[in-house]
């Protein structure tokens, strides 16, 4: 089947966010520009580490004055609002791509599509495919400015602290009704 490429460039709205309850919830990547939306599902770690990435990466950025010199401050606003419906899966993301384009002075942020290889993968298969190949991964790529790339950072970080609160004692998620705590040699805690 031939690849699909979703490139945004730059979208009107690049979000993290989830649909469920905390416990049971699948979380996006989504792009809008338009009428055009693209969902990308995605594993919780992977947008803390995402979120993470680009943090140190515009942090860097700052301090080498590249982004001061190419995004004056801008006011980029909050978004919290839910994501845009119908959320519709467009693929499951394997890989995150994480750059600087210098060309256009954007932040580049890229998800392949997950492959049976991926399972497999080592060392030596860390060069990613072609882009130019008809055949591959399915591809979502959203070039950002650095103050829209802060701003996704921030709303990624309410994301990831929006779920279930930790156990006080071993730090793992607590279900409504508690959990078998280790810490507690097996005995559930409320």
């Known amino acids: 089947m031939p690849r699909r490429r979703y490139i945004f460039d730059p979208p009107e ?8 309850e905390p416990g049971d919830r699948t979380f996006f990547l989504q792009a809008r520009d338009g009428g055009r939306v693209v969902s990308v599902v995605l594993e919780k770690v ?10 140190r990466l515009l942090d860097e950025l700052d301090q080498r004055g590249v982004t001061a010199a190419v ?3 801008a006011s980029v606003t909050p978004d919290a609002e839910p994501l845009d419906e119908p959320v519709v899966e467009a693929f ?23 492959t049976e290889d991926d399972d497999e993968a080592t060392e030596a298969d860390d060069v990613l495919p072609d882009d130019d190949a008809e055949d591959g991964p399915d591809v979502f790529r959203v070039l950002l400015t650095a103050p829209a790339a802060r701003a996704f950072v921030d709303r990624a970080v309410q994301v990831i602290s929006a779920g279930r609160p930790p156990c006080p004692l071993c730090g793992q998620p607590l279900d409504p009704l508690g959990h078998i705590c280790p810490r507690r040699n097996g005995h559930y805690v409320n």
């Open 13 to 20: 709205r690049f979000v993290a966010g989830t649909v469920g």
């Open 46 to 55: 992977q947008v803390a580490v995402l979120a993470d990435r680009l943090n």
């Open 92 to 114: 499951r993301a394997g890989t995150l791509t994480l750059g600087w384009d210098g060309t256009s002075d954007r932040v580049l942020v890229e998800a392949r599509a997950q």
């Open 71 to 73: 995004a004056p401050v």
